[in-house]
C-alpha cells in the first residue's frame, strides 16, 4: 500500500478470519513518531470469511507523513466476549508531494 501525500486516500484494509462487523476497530499509520489512528470507518463488511474495511484519510492525515519513507499499519479491536485483538503489523510506502498546503475549493466568491 502507498500513502499518497497531499490526497484525501481512501485506504481499504482485509483482515481474514473475523467478522468485526459489530465491533470498534483502530487502524493505526505509523511512521517513526508520527502516527495516525482512525476509528470511525466509511464501512465494515464481512464476507468469504474476511472483514473489509474501507476509510478515508484526509489531506491533513496524509500530509503527516515524510516523503519517500515507509511505516506501519495495524488494526485493533474489541470482540464479542470483550477481548482486544490486532492484526500483525504491515509496511505502506509514502510517496513525494511537492506542494506542502492543504487544498480547497475555490467557491469563486470574494
Known sequence: MTI????TQEVRITIKGWDLTSCDIYVTFKQGAKSVTKK???SVVFSNNATKIVLTLTQQETM??????????QARWIDQNGIAR?????A???DLLLYE?????DDGGE
Open 40 to 42: 470511525t470507518m466509511d
Open 64 to 73: 503527516a507523513f515524510d516523503n519517500n519513507k515507509s511505516g506501519l499499519v
Open 92 to 94: 505502506f510506502d509514502v
Open 86 to 90: 490486532k492484526t500483525k503489523t504491515a
Open 4 to 7: 499518497e501525500r497531499g490526497t
Open 101 to 105: 498546503a492543504v487544498l480547497v475549493k
